[in-house]
């Protein structure tokens, strides 16, 4: 079942496209962009109908729509044997704009179907935007969706949605009440930076709560809401947690985990064995962190640990291109699973060029690290149904500067795993205590192509025949005063023979001891134009989007490099085709 969108102009030949890309990076032409919100908006674009698709480059197993804009995922819940995603959706171009909640839904989280959209804007409370929200499962299994609508004075306000047929299994249908909104900006709340309500919970108690991101001034917030019924919502006296500098908190995400094993929580979950977990988008840089901590239900107070930094600087789920995710509680198999925006990274032009703009990452469950001090993530179990022809590679020998190529699979399209086994730490180089709090600028410093002493070492990915295009993924080991640090790193600086191409560096540290483990692992799911990167089993995870010129398709190559002087050995390497599942009617 698909949208019904007109199918014409999918086989438009290559050298009309290649024609018509060609004019626009040539002319390099810069049309009025205008910061508004959150947005850069390019009104001329905004409705500029697809009339090429360019599908080379488009993900073959990520989420996507056939085509058109896509960003924030909205209001991800499982209800009644279905998972469904709603997200943030431009039906008439390939640039952000007209905004609507888009649906679909699925058994697996893998095959989707695509339905009409959810929520249009329609009504006083909602006729210049329907913006990013969260689905909560009320008590006597009844969803309800909130989101941030935007009225004719442009003020961002709350507001609920119910499905207006609950035996209907996909739920089409959403219906939103002439009591909305719910919740307006009041005294001391900034209108105009008062949005994407969370899932909300109930915990013990007898009132529901969520949050909504704001901002005063530079002070990022999240500001915390109590209702008995739902319909009528009261401010609390202070926000769930705030920081200076900064600045507005996009997307908050807040929910508990627990201290042991890999079993998710219900959102409402509230007790001993747990801790919380608050996530926010940085909009001022664009990119997310989370605090691990402790939740007073009853003090409406949330106080982060001191194991890791409360600020830009803190951990992130993932250190690459991922942004406004969001958690579910899934209650089938007991687990919580994030869904997070992978935005592309070449020029708007581009993007209306090829008819298509921004993917979801693979959703990926979500569980606290034995540590107590970070969160571990996986991509969901469910994707290993679509593995195909495999190959594995054992017991190899990489000496420095040396590398091999992965053969008998196409690796556009592909999931890898491989463990690596390291020795002599004793060449590791020196760290510098000021890296600290800064890998992404060390990456940029040291890249694939600076020979080290413990690494470089790791993939190529989306690789030419002779590697001049490629995309490294990588670990490269420092000896600091008295411990050894490790760098995960995806270096996609010779990703594209494009000329002015976005190509940054993305890297991480990943908290492992290594002179104990003697080994790291690391999986990559790659896919056309999209890498995902999980390092150490999930302890730091890196997503980039890259636009190979030549390492497209069938042609497109996997190797295994070491650019350090000490050898590393690949214990194990197992690299998998990767079907493709129905998406969306594409
Ligand atoms: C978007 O397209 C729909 C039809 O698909 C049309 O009704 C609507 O007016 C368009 N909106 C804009 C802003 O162009
Ligand atoms: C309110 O938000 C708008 C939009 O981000 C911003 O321009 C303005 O400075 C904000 N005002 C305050 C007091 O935060
Ligand atoms: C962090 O907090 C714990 C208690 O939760 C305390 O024992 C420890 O000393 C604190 N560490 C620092 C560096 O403040
Ligand atoms: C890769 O794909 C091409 C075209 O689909 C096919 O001809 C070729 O056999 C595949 N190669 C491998 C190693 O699977
Ligand atoms: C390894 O380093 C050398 C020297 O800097 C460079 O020429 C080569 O491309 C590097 N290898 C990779 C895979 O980046
Ligand atoms: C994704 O696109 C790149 C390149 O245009 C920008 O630099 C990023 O800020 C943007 N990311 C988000 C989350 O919008």
């Not at 058109?68 to 991800?76: K, L, Q, S």
């Not at 032009?349 to 703009?357: C, F, I, L, N, S």
């Not at 080994?519 to 980039?544: M, P, Q, W, Y």
Request: net charge positive; glycine share 8%; charged share 25%.
């Amino acid at each position: 079942m698909g949208m019904g969108r007109p199918s014409g102009a999918w086989s438009t030949p290559w050298s009309v496209v290649v024609l018509v890309h060609w004019l626009l990076w040539a002319t390099e032409r810069r049309r009025g962009a205008v910061v508004e919100a959150s947005h850069v908006e390019f009104a001329s674009l905004q409705s500029v109908p697809a009339s090429v698709v360019d599908n080379r480059l488009r993900t073959g197993y990520h989420f996507q729509p056939p085509r058109n804009w896509i960003n924030d995922p909205n209001g991800p819940m499982y209800f009644n044997g279905v998972y469904h995603l709603f997200y943030q959706y431009n039906p008439n171009g390939s640039v952000w704009g007209n905004i609507v909640w888009a649906h679909s839904v699925s058994t697996d989280l893998v095959n989707w179907i695509a339905l009409d959209p959810a929520i249009r804007p329609s009504k006083p409370f909602d006729i210049n935007g329907c913006w990013s929200g969260s689905a909560t499962v009320l008590p006597g299994n009844r969803p309800a969706i909130f989101y941030t609508g935007i009225d004719p004075q442009q003020r961002q306000l709350q507001n609920v949605a119910y499905p207006k047929d609950l035996s209907d299994p996909y739920l089409r249908e959403w219906v939103k009440p002439d009591y909305n909104p719910v919740i307006a900006p009041g005294d001391g709340i900034n209108a105009s930076a008062f949005r994407d309500p969370t899932t909300a919970w109930r915990g013990p108690g007898t009132h529901w709560k969520l949050v909504v991101g704001s901002k005063w001034n530079r002070r990022g917030k999240a500001i915390l809401y109590r209702s008995r019924d739902f319909v009528h919502w009261v401010k609390a006296k202070h926000p769930l947690h705030t920081v200076k500098d900064t600045g507005m908190w996009e997307c908050p995400d807040f929910y508990p985990v627990a201290v042991k094993g890999r079993r998710g929580l219900d959102t409402s979950a509230y007790g001993d064995g747990m801790k919380h977990v608050l996530k926010v988008s940085l909009d001022l840089r664009r990119y997310e962190y989370y605090t691990l901590g402790k939740y007073y239900h009853y003090q409406d107070k949330y106080v982060p640990d001191n194991t890791s930094a409360d600020d830009h600087t803190g951990l992130r789920y993932d250190y690459g291109n991922f942004y406004a995710s969001k958690t579910f509680f899934d209650p089938k198999k007991q687990r919580r699973i994030l869904w997070g925006w992978a935005n592309e990274s070449d020029a708007k032009d581009v993007d209306v060029a090829k008819g298509w703009a921004g993917i979801q990452a693979i959703p990926r469950t979500i569980w606290l690290d034995s540590s107590g001090r970070q969160l571990i993530q996986w991509p969901i179990e469910e994707l290993e149904s679509l593995r195909g022809k495999h190959v594995v590679v054992e017991h190899k020998k990489v000496s420095g500067g040396n590398s091999f190529e992965v053969e008998g699979i196409n690796s556009s399209q592909a999931d890898v795993e491989v463990a690596f086994e390291v020795s002599g730490l004793e060449k590791a180089e020196a760290f510098d205590p000021s890296w600290a709090t800064d890998a992404e600028a060390l990456c940029g410093r040291k890249r694939a192509d600076v020979k080290g002493g413990v690494g470089p070492f790791g993939l190529l990915v989306l690789a030419s025949a002779n590697m001049e295009e490629k995309t490294a993924v990588f670990f490269r080991i420092f000896k600091a005063e008295h411990k050894h640090v490790v760098l995960m790193c995806h270096d996609p600086t010779r990703s594209s023979m494009r000329p002015n191409l976005y190509r940054p560096t993305f890297a991480g540290y990943v908290d492992v001891d290594i002179a104990k483990t003697g080994k790291i692992s690391l999986r990559s799911l790659i896919d056309h134009s999209v890498v995902e990167s999980f390092g150490a089993d999930g302890k730091t995870c890196i997503t980039s989007r890259v636009y190979p010129s030549l390492a497209i398709g069938k042609d497109a190559h996997l190797f295994v490099f070491n650019n350090g002087s000490a050898d590393v050995k690949v214990s194990e390497l197992k690299a998998w085709e990767i079907r493709r599942p129905l998406m969306n009617g594409a």
